[in-house]
């Protein structure tokens, strides 16, 4: 019997079992290194991922915490500047452009996801 043969107690498939390293799914690769992943990457490049992301995160929170102290600061800066009178004035118009600012970036980054 062929590799190709139908087999009565199979309900009829083929059987096309062969040893051809190429009938593998393409998501597994062979990989002769002994540290590679399945995908073929060595495992080091996996921890290499990690630690990018992981300061990647961490740059982001950075700049949070700075765009928070930049905002009070500027914030408290109007207040010494300006006279009493005009604080709310200046406050509106500094929370304008920082809505504005945030808005353009919204919008930037829901065209480049989507």
Known sequence: MTDTDTDDATG?????TTDDPSSEPAAVERSTDGGATATGEPEGRDLL????????GILCLLALVATFRFYFAASEAIRVWF?????????AVFNLLVLVASALGISVLVRRIA
């Open 12 to 16: 009829g498939r083929t059987d096309a």
């Open 49 to 56: 991922a990690y630690v990018e992301w992981a300061a990647f």
């Open 83 to 91: 006279s009493a009178d005009f604080v709310p004035v200046f406050q």
